[in-house]
Structures are given as C-alpha cells and as structure tokens.
C-alpha cells in the first residue's frame, strides 16, 4: 500500500555538523509534504513544508528538498545543535485529501 | 495564548476499565484529531472531526470512542474492548482541510 518511510531510523551527529534525514515516499498523488520534530514526551511541532511545485524550500538553519522523481525528501539541518535532538516526522498529504501520512520518524541524537 | 491542550499527562487505568481523554483547544480551528504513538512506531488515526456533532473512524478506531459536542473539545474514550491501550496519545487541531496541524503535548495512558 501507500506509505511513507524512513531510510534510517537514528542518526548519531556531533554538535556542529550538518545533518540529513531522509523519508522515501511511494504515493505519487502527494502534493504536499511537512516535517515534524518531536522532543521526548511532547507532541510533534510543524518545522517546514513545502509543496510538489517546489524542490527546495529554506527556513531557519533547514532546509527541505524534494526529489519527485524518486519520491524522496530529505530535512537538511546546518550546524545542529544538542536541542536539534528529537524525533523527525515527515508526513505526506495526496490532493483531495487533508489526512496527512506520517512517516514512522528518525531520532536524531546530538552529541556535544 | 492559543494553543491545544491534552490532559492529564499520565493516566494510569486498570484492565476492564474505561478512561477518557481530554482535548481542549482554544485556536477556532475546525477540525480535531486524535492519534496513538507506539515506540518505534509512526502516528496512526484514531478519529477526526471535521465539524461540532460529527467525526469519522481512522484507521484504528476499534476500542474507541469519541464526541464532538463543542468545537473546542474533542474527548477521547478508551474503552475496555481496547486491547492495548497503553500508548501515548496524541490530539491534534488544523483548520477546516487544513494540513497545520497544532498538536497537543500527548497524554502517556498506562494499563496496570
């Protein structure tokens, strides 16, 4: 069935790297893509969106890319920080739809 | 300020017992949601309303129950044909057919 994933579960980076996290998506109806962070024992909190006319879209030290072509989307975070520390959603919404798929999330640990 | 709350935090229910679960938002936002987070897990459906006085099944609704009576609140029960309710919970808001969702900071249900 349709779905959207995560290539890898945790990510291990050393404060100051950038970081890169990757959600596939199989669904080629998706029109619109958002990525969540979720801190522990806290609800998930809107980072970025960007929608399928676009491929790339820039916040603050985020950047998301979208590659249609291969129904992928990566969260680009520029020097991360110990607070980057969390969970990562990427959720997927098809046209006609308000229901957004969510991904199974990436833990991205922050060392100092 | 505007914002989505879930309480209590932690919620603790013996087996056989029914639980219900709050949701409260003050954000004029139309449509409420409600999710479950397993460890490792994605998020997955419970109900949505789109409307006071009317919601619709998800993709895991059996053991729950929900009702609408106020646009602000969207309660959650979790009933005793539930089969493994402990689970974090997740409420959440957008407006009508919106794909912001604002998220409550989840109630943590154990089954003792």
Same mark, same amino acid.
């Given at each position: 069935?349709e779905?959207?994933?995560?290539?890898?579960p945790?990510? #291990?980076?050393?404060?100051g790297?950038n970081? =890169?996290?990757?959600?596939?998506? %199989?669904?080629?109806?998706?029109d619109?893509f =958002?990525?969540?962070k979720?801190?522990?024992g806290?609800?998930?909190q809107?980072? =970025?969106?960007?929608? %399928?006319?676009m491929?790339?879209?820039? !916040?603050q030290r985020?950047t998301v890319?979208l590659n249609?072509?291969?129904?992928?989307?990566?969260?680009q975070?520029?020097?991360t920080?110990p607070?980057d #520390?969390?969970?990562?959603?990427?959720?997927?919404?098809? !046209?006609?739809?308000?229901?957004p798929t969510?991904?199974?999330?990436? %833990?991205? =640990?922050?060392?100092p | 300020?505007?914002g989505?709350?879930?309480?209590p935090? /932690?919620l603790?229910?013996?087996?056989?017992?029914?639980?219900?679960?709050?949701c409260e938002?003050?954000?004029n936002?139309?449509?409420?949601?409600?999710?479950?987070?397993?460890?490792g &897990?994605?998020?997955?459906?419970? /109900?949505?309303?789109?409307?006071?006085?009317?919601? &619709?099944k998800?993709?895991?609704a059996?053991?729950?129950?929900?009702s609408?009576?106020k646009?602000?609140s969207?309660?959650?029960?979790v009933t005793?044909?539930?089969k493994?309710?402990?689970?974090? /919970?997740?409420c959440?808001s957008?407006? /009508?057919?919106?794909?912001y969702?604002?998220?409550?900071?989840?109630?943590?249900?154990?089954?003792v």
């Amino acid at each position: 069935g349709e779905s959207v994933g995560l290539h890898l579960p945790t990510l #291990s980076v050393q404060e100051g790297d950038n970081s =890169i996290i990757n959600c596939a998506y %199989s669904n080629s109806a998706s029109d619109y893509f =958002i990525w969540y962070k979720q801190e522990s024992g806290k609800g998930p909190q809107f980072i =970025i969106d960007i929608r %399928s006319n676009m491929d790339k879209r820039q !916040g603050q030290r985020v950047t998301v890319l979208l590659n249609k072509t291969v129904k992928h989307l990566s969260l680009q975070i520029a020097a991360t920080q110990p607070g980057d #520390s969390a969970v990562y959603f990427c959720a997927e919404k098809a !046209g006609g739809s308000y229901i957004p798929t969510f991904g199974r999330g990436t %833990s991205l =640990i922050v060392h100092p | 300020d505007g914002g989505i709350t879930q309480s209590p935090k /932690y919620l603790f229910r013996k087996e056989g017992q029914n639980v219900t679960l709050s949701c409260e938002q003050n954000l004029n936002h139309d449509a409420m949601y409600w999710y479950r987070q397993d460890p490792g &897990q994605g998020l997955r459906l419970i /109900y949505y309303s789109q409307i006071v006085n009317d919601f &619709q099944k998800g993709d895991i609704a059996e053991g729950y129950s929900v009702s609408r009576e106020k646009k602000e609140s969207f309660p959650l029960t979790v009933t005793s044909a539930q089969k493994n309710p402990t689970a974090f /919970y997740l409420c959440a808001s957008s407006i /009508y057919e919106g794909v912001y969702y604002t998220f409550g900071s989840g109630t943590r249900l154990t089954v003792v």
